[in-house]
C-alpha cells in the first residue's frame, strides 16, 4: 500500500504563513498526480492544488496568489506553501496521492489518502 503522511498544519493567526508536507511511503512505482484538499466542519472536502508528474498545476479560486503547491519527486515529497492565511482556510488539509505501486512483480493503480492535518486560522 501507499500512505501519505502530512505534516505542519497548526493554529495561526489571519495573515500568517504556514508549509504543510505530505511524505509518502510504500511500494511506489509512479506518483502521477498530487493533491491537496481540504474539508472544513459541515462543509463538503474541496480541492485546494494539484500537481501532475509533468508539474502541472491548478489551484482552487480561493487560494490562487496565496498557496502554492510543489513536489520533490526523488524524495516522494509534496507542499503547500500558504501565504496570507483567512479564517475562512481552517479545515482539515488531506494529501492524496495517486499512481502506481508495485505488488509482487505487477503494478497495481493506487489512489491513497492521509489522515489529514489541522489548520486553525484565528482571525
Known amino acids: 500500500q501507499v500512505q501519505p503522511v502530512e505534516s505542519g498544519g497548526g493554529l495561526v493567526q489571519a495573515g500568517s504563513s504556514l508549509r504543510l508536507s505530505c511524505a509518502a511511503s510504500g511500494a511506489i512505482f509512479s506518483i502521477d498526480a498530487m493533491g491537496w484538499y481540504r474539508q472544513a466542519p459541515g462543509k463538503q472536502r474541496e480541492t485546494v492544488a494539484t500537481i501532475t508528474s509533468g508539474s502541472n498545476t491548478n489551484y482552487a479560486d480561493s487560494v490562487k496568489g496565496r498557496f502554492t503547491i510543489s513536489r520533490d519527486s526523488a524524495e516522494n515529497m509534496v507542499y503547500l506553501q500558504m501565504n496570507s492565511l483567512k479564517p475562512e482556510d481552517t479545515a482539515v488539509y488531506y494529501c492524496?496521492?495517486?499512481?502506481?505501486?508495485?505488488?509482487?512483480?505487477?503494478?497495481?493503480?493506487?489512489?491513497?489518502w492521509g489522515q489529514g492535518t489541522q489548520v486553525t486560522v484565528s482571525s
Open positions: 492524496n496521492l495517486r499512481g502506481q505501486r508495485w505488488s509482487g512483480l505487477n503494478l497495481r493503480s493506487y489512489d491513497s
